[in-house]
């Protein structure tokens, strides 16, 4: 049976840093964070395939968090640092089996999320 289960949100002050986890069960091709803040959509973070090729969403997240995964432990991360107002968030993890899905961002299973809001 698959469960994703994150944690690790909170509330901090802008600058400030959070490390997501995803505990997780099940096996997969590839994971990946998105975020979904209030009145907005749903918009990708990163993903990371099971050989280890890593993605990130865009230029201006990736000096900032860092997607990584203990296998060992079944464990996806979301490290945020320099965290800015905007980026408050519901952060979800995902997983997909299939390549040909994980190529196209698309995820059939998903958690629950974890909020993390930033004041500036």
């Known amino acids: 049976q698959v469960q994703l289960v994150e944690s690790g949100g909170g509330s901090v002050q802008a600058g400030g840093s959070l490390r997501l986890s995803c505990a997780y069960s099940?096996?997969?091709?590839?994971m990946g964070w998105f975020r979904q803040a209030p009145g907005k959509e749903r918009e990708r973070v990163a993903r990371?395939?099971?050989?280890?090729?890593?993605?990130y969403d865009g230029d201006s997240l990736k000096g900032r968090f860092t997607i990584s995964q203990d296998k060992s432990e079944n464990t996806l991360f979301l490290q945020m640092t320099s965290l800015k107002p905007e980026d408050t968030a519901m952060y979800y993890c995902?997983?997909?089996?299939?390549?040909?899905?994980?190529?196209?961002?698309?995820?059939?299973?998903w958690g629950q999320g974890t909020q993390v809001n930033v004041s500036s």
């Open positions: 990371i395939y099971y050989h280890g090729v890593i993605t």
């Open positions: 995902a997983a997909d089996p299939s390549s040909a899905r994980c190529s196209g961002w698309i995820f059939a299973y």
């Open positions: 099940g096996s997969f091709v590839c």
